[in-house]
């Protein structure tokens, strides 16, 4: 029983990784050996992109049988004295201990992206599915675990916005980025409560007796400080924080 309490306490259930306890204690003890030692170590962050369409589409079987799949691949890309952890859902982390700088990071990344992409047959099934990979290095852009995991979910995220299937490594002009986004987010959230959204009316025209066919409704944001602005300043944003549901209910 103490044996079984103890592992339910530092691994996950579903996929025998570590969980995020296990995962916080390793990457703090691989910091300091990476301090003392002057080496490197990588904090890989990884999930599936678009893994709820599988959920959706085939059931949460099929979903949990995928994410233990995909656990396996992960172990084989990767060398035994790195940790892999699922830190939940389709979301993965995973510490390389003691590795050359970001050539070896980057080369264990797309190890772990070819592996991720080749087909998996589950109950019939053939899932092809891709990832979108971040890294982050220590002690380069950062010493501390808090520091770099969000180092690594923002060089994911980016991944992400790259057309996903890719790797990105961190750099310091992903926080401003983040700063932004969350400035944005906030506003969006002001621009609700003051109508501040617009239609402009665009005309489709028939070319040749110059009568309107139709109208386009084109969205835009009277913003208090910054003026009109067109969607490609808010949409993205509004599309990750869950209110583009919103804006497309107002429109």
């Not at 369409?53 to 890309?77: C, M, P, T, V, Y």
């Not at 830190?87 to 995973?94: M, N, R």
Request: charged share 25%; proline share 3%.
């Amino acid at each position: 029983t103490q044996n079984q309490l103890h592992y339910l306490a530092h691994f996950d259930a579903l996929t025998d990784t570590a969980n995020r306890r296990l995962f916080e204690d390793r990457c703090a003890q691989a910091i300091q050996s990476a301090m003392r030692h002057k080496h490197q170590i990588a904090l890989i962050g990884l999930d599936i992109d678009h893994f709820k369409r599988i959920n959706d589409s085939l059931g949460h079987d099929i979903g949990d049988q995928f994410l233990i799949s995909l656990a396996k691949r992960l172990k084989e890309s990767v060398r035994k004295e790195d940790t892999i952890a699922r830190l939940g859902g389709d979301e993965f982390a995973i510490l390389l201990a003691n590795i050359s700088g970001r050539e070896g990071a980057e080369t264990v990344a797309k190890n772990i992206l070819e592996n991720i992409t080749q087909p998996i047959t589950i109950k019939g099934n053939e899932l092809i599915v891709t990832s979108s990979i971040g890294i982050t290095l220590c002690p380069n852009d950062g010493n501390e675990y808090p520091e770099l995991l969000k180092n690594s979910d923002m060089a994911m995220y980016r991944a992400k916005k790259a057309g996903r299937n890719n790797i990105q490594f961190y750099s310091p002009e992903m926080n401003e980025e983040m700063q932004r986004q969350h400035m944005v987010e906030q506003e969006l959230r002001s621009a609700f409560q003051g109508n501040q959204f617009k239609l402009h009316y665009q005309p489709i025209i028939d070319i040749e007796t110059g009568e309107v066919l139709a109208l386009e409704a084109l969205l835009r944001w009277e913003h208090p400080d910054k003026g009109l602005l067109t969607p490609e300043y808010f949409i993205d944003i509004a599309e990750q924080t869950g209110q583009l549901h919103d804006i497309g209910q107002w429109v």
